[in-house]
């Protein structure tokens, strides 16, 4: 079945999307992007991705308007025009065609682009065996809070990561722990939760915001730091949040078991109060 996608106001057949060569987010990696969860046809925290993706654009002097009802409704679209049930949309805002040029153009005319993927996140094998991972020097651009779509370095690692027998990466810079490939990362020691505070240093993840919220309300201590590897290789717990993934536990890094080698209780329990609140809130 061919999908129906998104490209600057029209939905056409995959096979039929064309942008421009020139259009910069090709040329330069001058674009964002968001990817919004959909589960049970539903988008999960679609306000929050929204937010999200004005404030990178400001960041990056894009003059794009952000209409979170016209790109609501956008997205509504794509999933009935796909029966989607579960999976993700990615959508794209580059700042558009021009001739190739280092100075981005006064006026430019963003290209806008959407399309659904089909992914079973509630029944993911990750889900009860939990991820290794293997850290990674971070060799990323230092504005890793903007949503751009420069992520070379994080395909190569994790690339790198899966021939090492693991399924994520996690960043080390200065000797600490930045974040996964795609995803925040915690750790847990006995009633605390600690993961990196926010900085130009990570994403500003909506999971992670919201995981951090249902943490404060089951009455767990939240401490805002960097960690080591070893320090997390000895943690009770550790996990990584994202859009598809909820929390998800972490069970082995560099090759050493965190707890008992299985996703902890805590973890598997902020998950399940996210998504159940998530499939309350859904739009």
């Known amino acids: 079945m061919t999908r ?5 106001g029209s939905y056409v057949p995959e096979d039929q999307a064309t942008v421009s060569i020139f259009d910069r987010g090709f040329l330069m990696g001058d674009a964002i992007y ?16 929204m937010a999200r993706l004005a404030r990178s654009l400001a960041e990056i002097e894009m003059p794009f308007q952000v209409d979170e009802d016209a790109l609501l409704a956008m997205h509504r679209e794509l999933i009935a025009r796909n029966d989607l049930d579960q999976g993700m949309i990615y959508m794209q805002v580059s700042r558009g065609p021009a001739d190739r040029d280092f100075v981005y153009p006064a006026d430019p005319k963003p290209t806008l682009i959407a399309f659904t993927q089909s992914i079973p996140w509630l029944s993911m094998p990750f889900i009860e065996t939990g991820f290794k ?3 990674c020097p971070d060799k990323r651009w230092g504005r890793r809070d903007i949503k751009t779509v420069q992520i070379l370095w994080t395909c190569m690692s994790k690339v790198d990561a899966q021939r090492k027998g693991a399924d994520d990466v996690w960043f080390v810079e200065d000797g600490l722990v930045t974040e996964g490939s795609s995803c925040n990362a915690f750790i847990i020691k006995g009633n605390r939760i600690i993961t990196r505070a926010l900085s130009h240093d990570i994403l500003h993840g909506v999971t992670r915001a919201v995981i951090l919220e249902f943490a404060k309300e089951q009455g767990l201590e939240i401490e805002e730091r960097g960690f080591s590897v070893a320090e997390a290789q000895q943690a009770d717990e550790a996990f990584v949040t994202a ?7 972490v069970v082995e890094l560099d090759g050493v078991t965190i707890g008992n080698g299985k996703p902890g209780p805590l973890t598997m329990q902020l998950r399940e109060a996210h998504i159940r609140e998530s499939l309350k809130q859904g739009m």
């Open 133 to 135: 991972v293997v850290s």
């Open 243 to 249: 859009s598809p993934l909820f929390a998800t536990g």
């Open 34 to 49: 968001e990817v919004t969860t959909v589960i049970d046809g539903k988008l999960i925290e679609f306000p929050a991705h």
């Open 4 to 8: 129906t996608v998104f490209v600057n």
